[in-house]
């Protein structure tokens, strides 16, 4: 059962991975690309930005200036190499969570309801997270990192928790928890930078907001839709 379990999250993480990795190329890294333009696009770390803001998929990147022997990935097929591998990683990860919800959830889940889960995911992962901190392009300003790091993770874990109990229990008292634990993270407040701006133009920033909500959207979708086929047809299957 857990050698099946581990063969669903792994086949269903790497071909979305792959995908979103292909859709990243035509909306968000273009746009990754004209904002390092205004930031300098020689920087040594716009790269390692580039992994969270591309996808959504690490908690945030680091504003900080690193030295001029810091190592970065060179344009064209080696960065594409690279974000597909931070791509591939996220996305088994990422299924290992979904596919452990599956099994807690002890009933039947196939391709369509795997949609769903996947929805759930972006709303924990991608939604919830972004109405404090939004996806920003290089060169925005942004607070402290280890700060911006635990709200995301505070956030994602009462958001997925509070969505457990809000659908998938049946006493109402879990349920007014599950409300209060999506709602606790946002009353509390996601860490703010002491002032707001940048070098890139607010025009290229409200457009990644969207492009990279939107390819959240469609890489959970996929991931669901993949998690719960192939879990349907591998720990689903007889022994």
Excluded at 177 to 184: E, H, N, P, Y
Excluded at 187 to 211: L, S
């Amino acid at each position: 059962m857990i050698r099946k379990v581990l063969a669903s999250a792994l086949v269903s993480g790497l071909l979305a991975g792959v995908l979103v990795t292909v859709l990243q190329h035509f909306t968000t890294t273009p746009l990754i690309l004209h904002a390092e333009e205004f930031e300098g696009g020689d920087d040594d770390h716009a790269f390692l930005d580039g992994f969270y803001e591309g996808g959504s998929f690490i908690l945030a990147h680091d504003g900080e200036e690193h030295g001029d022997d810091a190592w970065a990935p060179g344009d064209g097929l080696e960065r594409t190499f690279y974000t597909m591998l931070a791509n591939l990683v996220a996305g088994v990860g990422f299924a290992l969570l979904l596919v452990a919800g599956f099994v807690l959830y002890g009933k039947p889940v196939d391709a369509r309801r795997g949609v769903i889960w996947g929805v759930a995911g972006f709303a924990t992962f991608a939604i919830a997270p972004a109405l404090g901190l939004p996806p920003e392009v290089p060169g925005s300003m942004a607070a402290e990192l280890g700060a911006r790091q635990a709200w995301w993770l505070m956030t994602a874990v009462a958001t997925g928790a509070g969505l457990w109990c809000l659908v998938l229990t049946g006493w109402s008292w879990l349920r007014a928890l599950g409300v209060v634990l999506i709602v606790l993270p946002h009353i509390i407040g996601a860490p703010q930078p002491g002032e707001i701006g940048g070098p890139v133009p607010p025009e290229i920033a409200g457009h990644f907001v969207a492009a990279s909500l939107v390819t959240a959207f469609v890489f959970w979708a996929i991931l669901g839709w993949l998690a719960g086929r192939c879990y349907d047809r591998f720990a689903g299957s007889p022994s």
